[in-house]
């Protein structure tokens, strides 16, 4: 007997079929997960393994019902196949997890960025994962009935899966309700249910009516004035880009990736820093905003004025340059530079430029200011996952180093060594920045670094960043943070050096960053607490 691998299915049993197969080949994160664990297998352990296959298959038969259809169903399920082997793809090759952040961290990224992830092994994963059953759907004909009887064999077969679900339900209701409250990531481990749910998240926020911009700050103004005859005060604020501080050197990691910063009479480095988030579209706007993390939203920060808006609206001359992605709204009322797309042969090359370009000028910049200014410097930094990607030439001091963005294919030193690479640049990048303020004698020159997020490197094969802050590995949140102070800056603000140094032991976060700059700057406003400032034990009051 001759069984044809396309012959007539009726849709019900088209979308059971379809459902086993994203339970089956498209979700090992999620089984990986799970199974981790649920581990040792005993029995308790097998059970939980064979409930939760029938109720993830029941529950994608139920939602697949819904989209079996003459005309729209093939294609609506292809489009479903496809995007889902995508997104299984860059879940199994970084071990990452899908949420609304993580959407909207994709949707933000820049065409340098989606490049580096487009590589033959992806494009062949899609094409076997979701190209060979998008094409056994189209040539497999679908039996319907007559539109009547279609529709009530449909609501039975929903009922049908509803029921499993119900009776899975409560046969391992205690051990599922625990799994689940213990372990939320598995939810943005599912597949295709965690990025259709993040999609439509996403797509509601940014289409919702624009808000009026909320005004913050409003009473701001200025301090009493230095001592007469001071310096203006210029204070650059370096935003890096997916730095660890586990791999700073001053933090006692053992490589010398800080050998130029650990040269720098007075720099002041600050090992215990914990960011926003664990992606670029959460902690730039939250490390500016005056909200705390806990209370802080990326959508609403796009019409809330930040520190940004508040030094400015003192006189205060602001400027934002940037090498990554945008500043993700956080600079769209102050002046700004993208300079990722510049044409520069001295810093740029097939479309992308290395950090050094954010420099390029500020020697004449500063000796142009007038009075007192911030400049916010948004770095490349070690952006992955072609960390190779970051640094000249001669800043690849870690070798071997991996060559591809497919992570998987490179050992984990091999990783790392390319990762420590952009370490060093970054270090020689502020480095440079602390030596064109000193060689400026006309401002009092202060400088903050202080990376977005961290990275995983493939620890517990887990890779890149943007993991949901609850469940994130320390490295993708503990970031490395300095500052440096002219002895101009010291003096005019009656700061000591000692004071700074022993302060900067204490656990610190992005939360700071607004209200130290506002005590540096010397603007007074209700928004100000001092306690969050890093700086005001050390500083003379004013």
Known sequence: MKISLFRPLRAEVLAVCLSLLLVLFF?????????????????????????????????????????????????????????????SYFMSQYGVLIDMNMVRNAMQTDGAEVRDLLTVKMVLTVLLLGGVPSLWLWKTPVLYRPPLRELG?????????????????????????????????????????????ATSSYIKRVTAKPAVLQ????????????????????????????????????????????????????????????????????????????????????????????LLDILQRTGIQVAW????????????RVPTEMVFGDKNPAFCADGECFDDILLDGLPQRLKALKGDAVIVLHQKGSHGPAYYKRYPKEYERFTPVCRTSELQKCSQQDIINGFDNTILYTDAILAKTIA???????????????????????????????????????AQKHIPMVAWFSPAWQQAAGMQQ?????????????DNLFHSVLGLMGVKTALYEAPLDMFAACRRPG
């Open 27 to 87: 979700n090992m994160p999620f089984w990986q997960r799970l199974y981790g664990i649920v581990s040792p297998l005993d029995a308790h352990g097998v059970k939980m393994l064979g409930l939760a296959f029938v109720l993830v298959t029941a529950f994608f038969s139920l939602l697949l019902q819904l989209l079996v259809w003459p005309k729209i169903g093939k294609p609506l399920l292809t489009a479903l196949l496809l995007t889902t082997a995508g997104v």
């Open 153 to 197: 064999a449909r609501v039975v077969a929903v009922l049908v899966s509803a029921g499993v679900l119900v009776a899975v339900a409560m046969v391992g209701y205690q051990d599922f309700a625990s799994l689940f409250r213990n372990n939320r990531e598995l939810r943005f481990a599912l597949t295709p249910t965690n990025y259709l749910q």
């Open 215 to 306: 005004k913050v700050g409003e009473d701001a103004s200025r301090t009493a004035p230095w001592p007469a005859g001071s310096k203006p005060r210029v204070l650059v604020i370096v935003v890096g880009e997916t730095a660890r501080a586990d791999h700073f050197s001053l933090n006692g990691y053992p490589r010398q990736t800080n050998p130029q910063l650990a040269r720098i009479p007075g720099l002041i480095n600050f090992p215990d820093t914990w960011s926003c988030g664990t992606e670029t579209a959460i902690s730039v706007p939250c490390m500016f905003s005056a909200l705390p993390r806990e209370k802080f939203d990326a959508d609403e920060a796009k019409h809330r004025e930040n």
């Open 321 to 332: 340059r940037d090498n990554n992605s945008g500043c993700k709204e956080a600079c769209n």
């Open 436 to 474: 064109a303020l000193q060689a400026e004698p006309a401002v009092a020159g202060g400088m903050i670094y202080l990376s977005d997020h961290g990275e995983s490197l493939g620890e517990n094969n887990m890779y890149l960043h943007a993991t949901p802050y609850l469940v994130a590995p320390d």
């Open 498 to 510: 000692a004071c700074l140094q022993q302060g900067s032991k204490q656990r610190y976060s992005q």
